[in-house]
Each structure stands twice: as C-alpha cells, then as structure tokens.
C-alpha cells in the first residue's frame, strides 16, 4: 500500500509560480512512475505531467509545455511540479498519482495510488 500527500498549492496571481509536492510512503517509490493530474470544476481529470522512477524521463502534457516541471527525489519519496507563468485556467485541484514503471502517459488509466489533492487557485 501506498499513501501519497500532495501540498503546496494556494492562491495566486496570473503569472506567478507555485511548486506542487508529493510525498510518499513505502519503500517501492523509485520503481513506481509518478504522474501529475488535475481536474477543474465540472471537467474530467487531466494528465499534466510524468516522470518515470529514474527521472530519467519526462512527460507533458500541451498546456504546460514550457511552464510546468516535473522532478523527484528517490530519496526523500517526494515527486515535485514546478508551475511558472501559472494562468486562471490552471486553476484546478492537483494530484499526484503512482503507477507501474511502464505506465503509458497521458491518460489517467493504469495508476494505482492517488493522493487528496491540493488546490490552485490562479487570479486574474
């Protein structure tokens, strides 16, 4: 079993940055793929971003191409997103999820731990 705790998100101005964290338990944390999702309201979940257990690879999804970075750290179990040049429509609730090493990203298909969520709210 796995428990992940995200934190990190707020309130901000269009522009301004926030970066997400994702803490884990256990001890299977740098064989798991991590992804970030979220979801607005009235809106399904939505991949934003992943990264493989090595963190030797990356993906994202359009809207934060360039403006959003995914990290981890296998040693503290914490899986980050960095957002940059945040806008309204990024405002959701955030994420995390672990699945298998191989996970196809993209979707939120496969995943087999999510975390609570965090809010972000960007203002305009």
């Known amino acids: 079993q796995v428990q992940l705790v995200e934190s990190g998100g707020g309130v901000v101005q269009a522009g301004g940055s926030l970066r997400l964290s994702c803490v884990a338990s256990?001890?299977?944390?740098?064989?798991?793929?991590m992804g970030w999702f979220r979801q607005a309201p009235g809106k399904e979940r939505e991949f934003v971003a992943g990264?493989?257990?090595?963190?030797?690879?990356?993906s994202y999804a359009d809207s934060g191409k360039g403006r959003f970075t995914i990290s981890r750290d296998n040693a503290k179990n914490t899986v980050y997103l960095q957002m940059n040049s945040l806008k309204p429509e990024d405002t959701a609730v955030y994420y995390c999820?672990?699945?298998?090493?191989?996970?196809?990203?993209?979707?939120?298909?496969?995943?087999?731990?999510w975390g609570q969520g965090t809010q972000v709210t960007v203002s305009s």
């Open positions: 999820a672990a699945g298998p090493w191989g996970i196809v990203f993209g979707t939120a298909k496969g995943y087999d731990y």
């Open positions: 256990g001890r299977t944390f740098r064989r798991n793929a």
């Open positions: 990264i493989r257990g090595s963190g030797a690879s990356t």
